[in-house]
């Protein structure tokens, strides 16, 4: 499974963007997918996941900011990203994993448990 993202670029505060993540390997049905973010010096973290069902995860910081989809005929993600803030720069990735990630209600959001990774799209939000 490749991956490749796109949309990042630098925008003003306030400002929106749209990423995309292309695959080519696999179908949207039988992958979950998600979109991590990494802070220059730190960990990457999820930010939003959408599982084989269709089911979604929004990190707290970003619920009702940003938005997680896919278009299944098409093999792209997306992630819409808006009234961005300074503190959204960041390096964001897309990646898939072929297993769900919810458990009774729990989800698996560490970077460990997803198999592919794409190579990263840099988000700079900044006046």
């Known amino acids: 499974v490749q991956l490749v993202e796109s949309g990042g670029d630098f925008v003003q505060p306030g400002g929106y963007l749209r990423l995309s993540c292309a695959a080519s390997?696999?179908?949207?049905?039988?992958?979950?997918m998600a979109w991590f973010r990494q802070f220059s010096g730190k960990e990457r973290e999820a930010v939003a996941i959408?599982?084989?069902?269709?089911?979604?995860f929004y990190r707290g910081s970003v619920k009702g900011q940003f938005a997680i989809s896919k278009d299944a005929a098409e093999n792209v993600l997306y992630l819409q990203m808006n009234s961005l803030k300074p503190e959204d720069t960041a390096m964001y990735y897309c990646?898939?994993?072929?297993?769900?990630?919810?458990?009774?209600?729990?989800?698996?959001?560490?970077?460990?448990?997803?198999?592919?990774w794409g190579q990263g799209t840099q988000v700079t939000v900044s006046s």
């Open positions: 990646a898939a994993t072929p297993r769900s990630l919810r458990y009774g209600g729990m989800w698996s959001t560490s970077p460990s448990v997803f198999r592919y």
């Open positions: 390997g696999a179908t949207y049905s039988s992958v979950s």
């Open positions: 959408i599982d084989m069902d269709g089911s979604t």
